[in-house]
């Protein structure tokens, strides 16, 4: 079960620092070509969805590699799984498709509560 969660975590990580990223230093004009909900939402805003991905990549990885404050890496599986909720809520209320939102959440609820 460890090599399943941690496959988990590191494909959820990538996923997450890739697009936090992207939120954080590409311009709303470019990310809007990808994501149309960003005009809900402004540049800081954007930006700090990106830095709250981006710390939740690194939350899910490092704390339980390293094997300092490991209890984080669970925790932050609980914040994106949040994260997702409210990003599926978006698009629920714009009409959108949210299933990748419903992929994401439900990798996280399982890292949750493996490393938990």
Known sequence: MDVVLWILQILLALAFAASGVGKMVVAKERVRERMPYVDDF???QIRLVGFVEFLGALGLVLPWATGIAPILTPLAAVGLAVTMVVAAGV????????????????????IAIGRF
Do not use: D
């Open 42 to 44: 402004t540049q800081g």
């Open 91 to 110: 698009h629920v209320r714009r009409k959108e498709n949210f299933a990748i939102n419903l992929v994401l959440l439900a990798v996280a609820v399982v």
